[in-house]
């Protein structure tokens, strides 16, 4: 062989594919894989160079981004562009405000003028709001394959990669972060990633490192949100009084809890307090309510959980109790933190993504009890096939999914169409059905009556009171106790259906609702506006 391209077939072969070489290729190809399929959604978001964000509480966010956008250093403690006109003080906090709006000023400054492109540029803080989530979903998988691979290449760890690509594929840790979803649940990923990682770590070989990586990561997680974050930190403090002793002593755990208390001290000298507890009068209005919203029912299928972390699910529990008779409590807290946090997603689906991550800390343990690592590998990625299938059918739906898409997707247009003929110099507080008044909210500038947090409970209360009253009187009082200006007619058999669950009562009579869709709406109702209109009607209180 020709002596320069034995060379270059020698560095190929010692070099491109070495062992630490392969490291890296694995490492990068999963974060690619990670990243990319958080894009899946793509065409669903950006539509003709608009933004049309994943769900109603995203829009909610957005117009607090829009805020501090607006005006730097703000921080929006009452959000006054819902409930109308109390407004809400809301358990949205400061740090994902500001990730949005911090990552919109590199996109502005950023973003080519010229080219295809440059299309998008007038929508900086929707492009932001809409890859904020996918790269700190990035980020997480970053953190766990370095994490599952020891920081040492891998060498000592069978099967690293196989945390970091359940993380990357799993559905419930993809939708938390996926493309168009400006959620602060992404944020928490990322933050109790770290925290439940650095536990681990702990509880093997205590430092000081460590020690103050999960106590900032427990306590960003906490000033983000009080309630996944408080749920996980007793339950991790509770398995450390019963199987994880030894890790929750000695002078390692101070420098955690100054860790912890530093980023609290910092929200409660930001945010203030935001622990608003519900009047009690609304009580039994807030389980009706949310009983209509998806991610607060019941998982009743438990199969469910293996399309979400693959068959392993399974198995793990039972090996981690026969590995706990070898190894002793530790790995017994780990399975009974699995164990809490499934039986948390089958009580309420919103805590899917937190089990899955559990999951993926339950892994490395599960995995010393096989000794060859090829066979370990070949059987997680066969356990991985109800993951596939979901991911199947999430791609390739069927005729009737496909239909539910487009009429989702032309609803979502229609909804900022007619927000576009709500703006106005002057403001003009409307009313609307309430999973669609957040987006219609930030996108005319306009104050809604409801909206999607459960802090304006009463405001989605009188939104559903007025669509299901029956006589002008009942309907009249309700917009002028509000002060509305607008009232936005959608799909009336969807808004009679969910006002009469929130209500727990039915019409008895024919409701606003249908009303308002009238030709030629009789006088005494107050109202006057557009008729040639198919999917929302807006109409001005006289």
């Known amino acids: ?106 996109v502005r400054w950023t973003w080519p003028q010229s080219g295809r492109f440059a299309v998008l540029r007038e929508s900086t803080l929707d492009l932001a709001g809409a890859l904020v989530s996918p790269l700190i979903g990035l980020l997480t998988c970053v953190f766990l394959a370095a994490w599952s691979a020891g920081f040492r290449g891998g060498e000592h760890a069978p099967a690293w990669w196989a945390v970091p690509l359940l993380a990357a594929v799993s559905p419930p840790l993809v939708h938390a972060t996926v493309f168009g979803r400006p959620d602060h649940q992404s944020l ?30 427990w306590g960003g997680a906490l000033w983000v949100s009080l309630y996944e974050p408080l749920v996980l930190l007793g339950t991790v403090f509770l398995l450390g009084l019963l199987f994880w002793r030894p890790s929750w002593t000695g002078h390692v755990r101070l420098h955690w809890g100054a ?16 622990i608003v507890p519900p009047d009690s009068r609304w009580k039994e209005v807030l389980v009706r309510w949310g009983s209509t919203i998806g991610e607060l029912h019941k998982v009743d299928n438990v199969g469910r959980l293996s399309d979400w972390t693959g068959v392993l699910i399974w198995i793990v529990p039972p090996g981690l109790l026969w590995l706990a008779r070898r190894e002793g409590r530790v790995v017994l807290g780990w399975l009974v933190m699995l164990l809490v946090t499934a039986g ?53 739906p069927d005729a009737r999914t496909s239909e539910h898409r487009y009429m989702e997707r032309s609803e979502r247009i229609n909804t900022r169409l007619a927000a576009e003929r709500m703006r106005s110099p002057e403001r003009l507080p409307f009313i609307a059905a309430w999973w669609h008044s957040p987006s219609l909210a930030y996108w005319s500038g306009q104050p809604a009556v409801s909206g999607s947090g459960h802090e304006g409970i009463s405001g989605i209360f009188d939104a559903a009171h007025f669509f299901l009253s029956t ?48 030709s030629n709406l009789s006088e005494v109702w107050g109202l006057e506006g557009e008729g040639n209109v198919t999917t929302f009607r807006v109409l001005r209180v006289r």
């Open 1 to 106: 062989m020709n002596p320069p391209i034995q060379g270059f077939s020698l560095w190929v072969k010692k070099g491109l594919f070495s062992k630490g070489a392969r490291f890296w290729w694995i490492f990068f190809g999963l974060l690619v894989l990670g990243l990319g399929i958080r894009f899946h959604n793509l065409t669903e978001i950006l539509v003709g160079g608009r933004f049309y964000f994943v769900d109603a509480d995203c829009y909610s966010r957005m117009s607090r981004a829009q805020r501090i956008s607006e005006a730097p250093g703000t921080v929006v403690r009452h959000q006054d562009f819902e409930n109308w006109p109390e407004g809400v003080v809301s358990h949205a906090t400061a740090p994902f405000d500001y990730a949005i709006v911090g990552l919109e000023r590199i």
């Open 344 to 396: 948390l997603t089958l009580w309420q689906a919103r805590w899917s993504p937190y089990f899955a991550l559990v999951f993926l800390f339950c892994l490395p343990p599960f995995f010393s009890i096989v000794s060859s690592p090829r066979r370990l590998g070949f059987a997680f990625l066969v356990s991985l096939w109800p993951v596939i299938t979901e991911w199947e059918s999430r791609l390739f």
């Open 259 to 274: 860790g912890l208390l530093l980023p609290l001290v910092s929200g409660w000298l930001v945010d203030g307090i935001r």
């Open 471 to 518: 006589t002008p009187e009942e309907a009249l009082e309700i917009l002028r106790r509000r002060g509305v200006r607008l009232v936005v007619a959608s799909d009336s058999a969807r808004a009679v259906e969910n006002s009469s669950v929130i209500l727990g009562r039915s019409a008895v009579e024919k409701p606003m609702a249908e009303w308002l869709w009238q």
């Open 188 to 217: 928490l990923l990322l933050f109790l990633a770290v925290a439940v990682g650095a536990e681990q770590r702990m509880q093997s070989a205590p430092s000081r490192g460590w020690a103050w990586a999960g106590g900032l990561a």
